[in-house]
Each structure stands twice: as C-alpha cells, then as structure tokens.
C-alpha cells in the first residue's frame, strides 16, 4: 500500500535554508503504529539521496506523527533547487510502499 | 505578572480576521505583536535587502494594527521587519508607519531595532574565534564573509524588551527569531521562561496553530507555571492536537528550540483542553547556556536569463529529455565558438516541466505528458554575459530539429522577447551563530517621533 493512500496527510517544508522537515501525519494510534513499525528509515534516506546517518527521525505516538528532518538535498534558493519551499518532497514520500 | 499577548496573524501581509482583530483588542492585551518575515521564500529579499512583500498590502495591514494599538494603548511590535528584517528594510517599515501616523492624526514614539551587521565585524568575530558554524555550514573565511551584500544576525528576547524600554509606541525590529516579539514582554515581567519561548513559538504563526489556519488571530495569556492559547475568530479552535502539532511546523527537531542565551525543551510539555476553543500548556523547559546569535547572510551567485519553450508535438515530447542533451551539447560549442567561453564561465540547465521539473534526478515517476516546459537557466558572472548567452540560444530553443535529416520544427514560445533577464541570484552563505558578551553589542537601537 501506498504511504499516501494509508496515512492522512505527508507535509514536507523548509526547517530554515539548509533543513527540510517531513510530517507523516497518520491519522490514529492504528496507523501510526504500522507507519512506525513499517517506515525504514535507510529507505526514506535512498529516496532524498542523503547519507541514512544524517537523518534525524522522530515517532511522536501523542499526535500519531512520524517526522524525519533531514540537510535539505539541495540548499535552498542555490541555483539546483528547483523548490523554494521544499513542499514537493512529501509527494516522494507518499509513494513509497508500506 | 500575568502577561496577555495579541498576535494578528503569522505574517504582516497575509491578511487577517477583521472582526477576530477587533475581539483581540477588546480583551485588553499587554502588547500587540506580529512577525514580518522568514527565510522561507528564499535568498532574495535578504541578499537585496527588499521586502518581498507588496507595500500597498502592507500599508494597508499595518494601518489597522496603528489603529488596534491606540484602542488598546499598548506597545505595537514587529520583528523582521521588511520580509529580510535589514537595515533597509526596517526604514522601509518606518516610512510606511510616518506616512501612516500622519494619515490618522497620530503622534507615535518609534523605536527602531537594527539587526544589519557590518561585514568587518562579523570577520573580526570570526578571527576572534566566535563565530561557530550549525550543521551543515556553507565555508566561511574572511574572504566570503567579505563578499556578503547583507548580513543580519537574528536578536532575541533581550534587544525586543530594550526596545520596549524607551517607552516606544511601535517598535520596528530588524531581524529577530521567529518567537523574540512574543516571548519578550512576558519574559520581562517574570513569566515562566519555558512558557513564554513555548507560547511564542505556537503563537509565532498565528492561526497555524488552530482548526483554521487563515484566521490570523490568536490571543496567548502567559502566567508563572505556563500559557493559555485561544484563536479570536469564532470559526476557529485551539485543540491540544492543532496546538502540539504546531511544534513540528518549519521545526527540524519539533522537542528542542535554540534561542539567544539558551534553548527551549517541551520534552515535557503537557496539552489540556481548558474547553472547546482553549488549550493550557504546562511544563516546558527553558534550558539557559552561552549568550549566541544566528546568523543569516547572502551573495551574489552569478546572474541569471532564462527561456521558457514548450514542446506539443507528440515525438518530441516523448524524446525531450535526449531533445534538451543534443540540444544543450550543440549550443555550449556555440557559445564556446561564437563567444569564447568555456563551461567554467556559465552554466546552461533544461529543465523539463511535466516530467521532472520540482524534484530533478531525484524524481521517481515516469508518465507521458500531453506537452513539456523546456526551461532553459543561464547563469554567468554578469547580466550582460547571461543575457547574451540567452539571445545566441533562442533560435536554436525554437527550431533544433531531433534528427538531421527532418524540416525544422519551431516549438512554442509563451511571450516575446523568449529570454527574460533575471537579475542577480542570490544565495545563502551562512548557517552559523556569533557569540556575544552583551546582547546589546551586535544591535543598534534608534528613538524617534513620528506623525501628526
């Protein structure tokens, strides 16, 4: 099953010009609990091209909210970003199978 | 002493509820504040120093907060003033607050908080060994501090409530920290230090932090264990859950906030629902350690001129990606004949929109669009080289054939001249934070009167 299609909502924003922060939102304890147990975090790291140690993941069962922050894959506004602001990686993310 | 803060919205030039602003007002706050800008749209504003935001809507907002302010008869304040918060930009805000003073018959006492550093001083810092780059850091040496057009360093608490100090009606903050403007009143009468960084970081937003986002105001009352946060408009709630989830929101680490002179820890925070529309928030942490302050800065990465084609023919729109690599490798021989530049003077990028255009390389879906955007980016250490560059590509964007041995296709230009010249791009070139012994030492304040 598609991540976007299981969960309610995937949010990813700039956490300033050199961060990039993405919010699974799951919607109740149930789906939290299999996006926690499910999501792998190296695979997450393959799909943004970024070394699995830089990545910071956090599971926050009170708001069912799986969030993993990362070096943004491209600073933001250098001449390779093609996303000021950085909201298109959540669509990567939805697509992953889990 | 129990501080009340009235926040309008997450940012002066989005609008907000009319009527929630008015029920703000009538519950007697002890301050009115508002942010101004972020870093979010990207480089320019700071590397130019211009607000990105349009001045008429500006005005236009901030003449209903002048008035909000003599009906409450409290301080009104703005961090960030100008999108960017430099130097240029908080006497933009000024002219715009004079003009207005006068309009309504006002006479207001401005403090104006200025956040600009001089680049001399930030080198000087860093031989000194105070300047220490976050993680990650573009390099810095003496030599790129040098190159910077703009560098503002972000004030807290301290410099907001020594702009309160002289007695200012309106204070018009340069760069400050999303939180400074709100956290700075209930810091200085005493309220519970984690509360109020806490408070101001779920207010920073305005409505953000509610059941709906675009209302603008929020009402935070701060007291000597913790805070209370109530969105003004009727259509909109303040739950435990819209109120928590707010930590995550542009936040890398949604438990730990840094701040001049410490950080923020809601590890222990707890979220009450007071009833349908009020959360209570105890709990949070402030964390005191050395006395730093981030660093923002921006330089001219070259100077762009682009152009924009789009392809409809079913052929070349399945075969544009081997389209824009022949294309791109007979042109940079162009350029290198015809104007004698070698690849390290410029740079010449496709990018094709309908296929890959937002994530690049890292995209991972395919599908057959019905056409293709072929944008095309110059950059190059000058206007003048873009620019040209640009006009040598254009009939060649327009006509290059897939194969040699066809008539030559034309494609779709959307305007005309095709290129359009962008002007410098700007890049970020710090992520760093310089250590003061006085909060006062890297700020500059200014007092003036203003209006009728």
């Avoid at chain 2, 809507?57 to 301080?75: C, D, F, I, S, Y």
């Avoid at chain 2, 390290?344 to 995209?363: H, K, M, P, V």
Wanted: glycine fraction near 10%; aromatic fraction near 6%; proline fraction near 5%.
């Amino acid at each position: 099953m598609r991540l976007g299609d299981l969960v309610l909502k995937v949010r990813s924003k700039n956490a300033g010009p050199f961060w990039l922060t993405v919010d699974i939102f799951c919607g109740d304890a149930d789906r939290f609990a299999r996006v926690s147990a499910a999501l792998d975090t190296g695979e997450v790291a393959r799909l943004f091209a970024t070394p699995r140690q830089m990545l910071k993941r956090f599971d926050i069962a009170d708001l069912a909210v799986v969030k993993i922050s990362l070096p943004r894959p491209v600073v933001q506004g250098s001449r390779e970003d093609r996303d000021m602001h950085g909201a298109q990686w959540a669509h990567l993310l939805e697509e992953i199978d889990v | 002493m129990a501080t009340r803060v009235l926040v309008p919205s997450g940012v002066l030039g989005l609008g907000f509820d009319r009527v929630a602003l008015a029920r703000g007002v009538a519950a007697r706050p002890d301050i009115i504040a508002i942010d101004g800008g972020s870093t979010d749209s990207g480089p320019w504003s700071l590397g130019a120093g211009v607000s990105k935001y349009s001045r008429a809507a500006t005005k236009a907002e901030w003449r209903h907060l002048m008035q909000a302010r003599t009906q409450a008869g409290v301080p009104l304040v703005i961090g960030t003033a100008g999108t960017c918060g430099t130097d240029a930009t908080v006497d933009w805000m000024y002219a715009i607050t004079a003009e207005l003073a006068a309009e309504l018959g006002q006479r207001v006492r401005v403090a104006r908080l200025y956040s600009s550093q001089p680049n001399d001083r930030i080198i000087a810092a860093l031989a000194g060994g105070r300047v220490h780059p976050l993680d990650p850091a573009p390099p810095v040496d003496a030599a790129a501090i040098a190159d910077l057009t703009n560098i503002v360093a972000l004030a807290g608490a301290e410099q907001i409530q020594a702009a309160l100090a002289t007695g200012a009606d309106i204070v018009i903050a340069g760069r400050t920290t999303d939180t400074a403007t709100i956290a700075a009143l209930p810091l200085s009468r005493g309220d519970h230090p984690g509360a109020a960084w806490h408070g101001a970081k779920i207010a920073e937003c305005g409505a953000l932090c509610s059941t709906n986002p675009t209302s603008g105001v929020i009402l935070v009352d701060f007291d000597d264990r913790g805070f209370t946060v109530e969105a003004m408009a009727d259509s909109a709630l303040c739950t435990p859950h819209s109120v928590s989830a707010h930590m995550l929101y542009e936040n890398s680490d949604p438990f730990r906030l840094h701040e001049p002179g410490g950080h923020l820890d809601v590890t222990g925070a707890r979220y009450r629902a007071l009833d349908a529309r009020r959360v209570r928030v105890e709990g949070s942490e402030w964390v005191p350690g050395p006395y730093s302050v981030k660093l923002e800065g921006a330089r001219v990465a070259g100077y762009q001129t682009t152009i924009l084609a789009i392809l409809r023919a079913p052929r070349y729109v399945a075969a544009a990606r081997e389209w824009t690599d022949k294309l791109g490798s007979f042109l940079r021989g162009e350029i290198a004949g015809r104007m004698g530049l070698s690849p390290a003077d410029y740079t010449l990028e496709f990018r094709l929109i309908g296929a890959d255009g937002a994530l690049g390389a890292l995209e991972s879906r395919t599908g057959q669009p019905v056409e293709i955007g072929v944008l095309g980016i110059v950059t190059a250490a000058t206007q003048e080289t873009a620019a040209e560059i640009g006009k040598l590509i254009n009939p060649f964007v327009l006509h290059y054939p897939l194969t040699e041995d066809e008539e030559l296709p034309t494609f779709a230009f959307p305007y005309s001249p095709a290129t359009t010249d962008r002007g410098a791009l700007y890049e970020f070139a710090l992520n760093h934070v310089m250590l003061l012994d006085d909060p006062m030492a890297a700020f500059l304040i200014v007092v003036t009167e203003a209006g009728a």
